[in-house]
C-alpha cells in the first residue's frame, strides 16, 4: 500500500514557477504510474500530468509546455514543475498513483495524496 504526501504548495504571483513534490512511503512505489490532477473551488478533479517512464509523459493541454512531471524512484518522489503560472492553475494538487495508463480518469487511480493548495494571484 502507498501512502502519499504532497508539498510544495503556496501563494505565487501569475508568471512565477513552484515545484510540487509527492514523497510516497510504500516500498512498490517504481511499480506504479504517478500523476497529479487539481481541482478547484467548485469543479471536478481534473488530470494535470503523469510519468510512466521517462519516455512516456502526458499532460493535460492546458498545461502542456508549462508544467513537468519528473519522479525519482531512488526518493520514491514524483515532482511537478510549474511555470509561467496562471491565475486558472489556482487549485488543490493531488498525487496519483496507479497501474492503467492513460491515467486521465479518476476512476483510474488507487492511491490519492491529501492535496497542497496551490494559489496564483494576478
Known amino acids: 500500500q502507498e501512502q502519499l504526501v504532497e508539498s510544495g504548495g503556496g501563494l505565487v504571483q501569475a508568471g512565477g514557477a513552484l515545484r510540487l513534490s509527492c514523497a510516497a512511503s510504500?516500498?512498490?512505489?517504481?511499480?506504479?504510474?504517478m500523476g497529479w490532477f487539481r481541482q478547484a473551488p467548485g469543479k471536478e478533479r481534473e488530470f494535470v500530468a503523469a510519468?510512466?517512464?521517462?519516455?512516456?509523459?502526458d499532460y493535460s493541454d492546458s498545461v502542456k509546455g508549462r508544467f513537468t512531471i519528473s519522479r525519482d524512484n531512488d526518493k520514491n518522489t514524483v515532482y511537478l514543475q510549474m511555470n509561467s503560472l496562471k491565475s486558472e492553475d489556482t487549485a488543490v494538487y493531488y498525487c496519483?498513483?496507479?497501474?492503467?495508463?492513460?491515467?486521465?480518469?479518476?476512476?483510474?487511480?488507487?492511491?490519492w495524496g491529501q492535496g497542497t493548495q496551490v494559489i496564483v494571484s494576478s
Open positions: 496519483a498513483a496507479g497501474t492503467k495508463w492513460p491515467m486521465r480518469e479518476t476512476t483510474r487511480i488507487d492511491y
Open positions: 510504500g516500498r512498490t512505489f517504481s511499480r506504479y504510474i
Open positions: 510519468f510512466m517512464t521517462s519516455d512516456l509523459t
